[in-house]
């Protein structure tokens, strides 16, 4: 049924439906929409379980994804003024450096290690959905605490912010790094060390951690895509889907309460991340 749709995706070496590849795009788009959460470490577990996608091409096609993903975010926040490109380039400058290195060690690590490193991560993601550990305070003001010299100062929305350099080029080195070897946008982390080390407000974070994903998983993907592990028919399959399934699944959250939903997702990802360091 729908073979016509069937096409060979050379360099995943699968014979993939399209169609399906866009559904799987869609709900996990959906996913990512309702319960806030990046689609990044949902599509390697799929593409390698479900589609027998090897594993670091599913990485390198997934940086790929979320590119185009955080581009088509990030153009609504800045448009809306959400975004400090001081702030933006600051970070991105050692997250797109950290990237490359961070990519180059995935392709590097045996293939065996990948899976059950991205096992654990994903163990993690779980227990900090499951478990809301507040270990950042989000009430500490930009500057509060610095010493003003090593930084910048700049404004947004009126309100006079201090950056921190040395901290800010540390945020985008940690990022850039998981971001590169694991193939995810990294705003797990982003956004929390935005808010508790640099005392950023949250509606500046929001933007600007967008921008900044971009730029870090373009890197990445980069190095992936040199080194051959990059199916962009694939990802731009994926893309097809998921930007629907995110539109109508943050639509949909804003006139839901899919907490609930998050715990059964979190449950989910338990088992996925088991099965993936061989428990189960």
């Known amino acids: 049924m729908l073979e016509f749709l069937n096409f060979y995706f050379s360099t995943a070496g699968i014979d993939a439906n399209i169609l399906y590849l866009a559904l799987t795009g869609l709900v996990i788009g959906f996913l990512a929409g309702l319960l806030g959460v990046g689609g990044g470490f949902v599509m390697v577990p799929v593409l390698t379980m479900v589609f027998g996608v090897p594993m670091k091409i599913a990485i390198g ?27 933006v380039g600051v970070i991105a400058v ?14 590097e690590t045996p293939k065996e290690t990948v899976p059950l490193l991205f096992g654990v991560l994903l163990l993690l993601i779980s227990f900090s959905m499951l478990v809301k550990i507040n270990i950042f305070n989000k009430n500490k003001k930009a500057g509060e605490g610095n ?6 100062w700049t404004e947004f929305r009126e309100e006079k912010l201090f950056v921190s350099i040395p901290k800010a080029l540390a945020i985008g080195i940690i990022v850039g790094g998981f971001s590169g070897f694991f193939g995810v946008g990294g705003a797990v982390l982003l956004i ?22 971009m730029f870090s998983a373009l890197s990445g993907s980069l190095r ?9 028919p ?25 907490e609930k939903l998050r715990k059964v997702f979190a449950f989910m990802l338990i088992i996925v991340g088991l099965k993936m360091v061989g428990i189960i």
Request: hydrophobic share 50%; with cysteine; aromatic share 12%.
């Open 61 to 87: 096609t997934d940086t790929f994804y979320i590119v185009l993903t955080a581009l088509s975010g990030a153009y609504k926040h800045v448009k809306n003024g959400f975004a400090n490109f001081k702030i």
């Open 94 to 107: 050692s997250a797109i450096f950290a990237a490359q290195i961070g990519a180059m060690l995935c392709i």
């Open 147 to 152: 010493i003003h010299k090593y930084g910048f």
């Open 192 to 213: 929390p060390l935005m808010l508790s080390v640099l005392g950023l407000p949250m509606h500046l974070v929001i933007g600007s951690s967008l921008m900044i994903v």
């Open 224 to 232: 992936y895509f040199i080194e051959g592990f990059v199916d962009i």
């Open 234 to 258: 694939l990802g731009i399959a994926l893309l097809s889907g998921s930007i629907i399934g995110s539109y109508f699944g943050a639509h949909m959250a804003s006139k839901t309460h899919p």
